[in-house]
């Protein structure tokens, strides 16, 4: 694709190296400008490195990804979309849909509607077109977001379906759902890198903001409602980069996509995105 575009020959290289040598790559007078996608621990060191050397940087780093749900939101579909965007690639995705912020009146019946559609999702071969979950990528990745809905419950969530490691062959973990997560819950605060939902009550639209707001992280998130003036005017108000009314995070070439505070910053996509890499000049004729 690169040599049918006109590029020169090599101009893309994919290098399977270790991070030392990843340093020794930034610190090259060739290379002009480094993005990464991964951790948030990950991206501080790479900025550093990118720091010391004077160069250009993206960072598009992990989420922890809010949706809020008004009382006159659309149930069925809030849950279908919410759903849908916690097991994309099985749970492993910065912009998954991780924190559910629901409000009090609609609360009970948006968990049991939750419950029901994680109880139809079909863990097992990812090859098979009717798998909706697969295994996770590593053993310990598997074992981390065990350890992290463990450590939810016994810091008072409620596990209403999952949160038991499936016997067998592969690092499979069951779509989960934990209800009842407060602020001071490690599932509120930690990214769960895995097919685990997390379920908080809300008085009211102006809580439902604050609560998505105290998140370190700001990648994605949205507002299920039928009042689209006050859904836009909540999403105004949300810290996240990137934010869907009545709908889940996606990704396209169209629009800029990247976040704000622990999930990093710059842009990818969009014309934002091209003018990441694009140099300034101003030129002065007199």
């Excluded at 450590?151 to 490691?165: C, D, F, H, P, S």
């Excluded at 509120?188 to 609560?211: C, Q, R, S, Y």
């Excluded at 998130?221 to 039928?226: L, N």
Aim: aromatic share 8%; with cysteine; proline share 3%.
């Amino acid at each position: 694709m690169f040599r049918e575009a006109g590029f020169p020959e090599g101009s893309f290289q994919l290098l399977l190296i270790t991070k030392d040598q990843v340093s020794k790559l930034i610190a090259d007078q060739r290379i002009k400008g480094v993005t990464i996608t991964g951790s948030a621990k990950a991206g501080k060191v790479v900025a550093k490195q990118c720091g010391e050397n004077l160069k250009k940087h993206v960072m598009e780093l992990g989420g922890s990804d809010a949706y809020i749900v008004c009382n006159d939101a659309d149930l069925d579909l809030a849950v279908t979309e919410c759903c849908k965007g916690r097991i994309t690639n099985n749970g492993q995705s910065c912009t998954a849909a991780k924190r559910y912020i629901v409000m009090e009146d609609v609360y009970d019946k948006f968990c049991d509607k939750v419950v029901q559609k994680f109880k139809s999702f079909k863990v097992g071969d990812p090859m098979k077109e009717d798998t909706d979950i697969g295994p996770l990528a590593r053993k310990d990745l598997r074992d981390s977001v065990h350890d992290a809905v463990q450590r939810a419950v016994r810091g008072g969530a409620k596990l209403l379906y999952g949160g038991e490691i499936t016997p067998g062959r592969g690092f499979y973990y069951p779509a989960t759902v934990l209800a009842d997560v407060t602020p001071e819950n490690t599932a509120f605060n930690e990214e769960i890198f895995g097919p685990v939902a997390t379920i908080i009550k809300a008085k009211d639209e102006t809580h439902a903001v604050e609560l998505c707001n105290k998140s370190i992280y700001g990648l994605g998130g949205g507002v299920f409602t039928k009042d689209i003036a006050k859904g836009e005017r909540m999403l105004r108000e949300m810290d996240a980069g990137l934010l869907f009314l009545n709908g889940v995070v996606t990704s396209t070439p169209e629009y800029p996509f990247g976040g704000v505070k622990d999930s990093g910053y710059g842009r990818e996509c969009g014309e934002a995105g091209i003018k990441e890499w694009v140099i300034m000049k101003s030129v002065v004729v007199k």
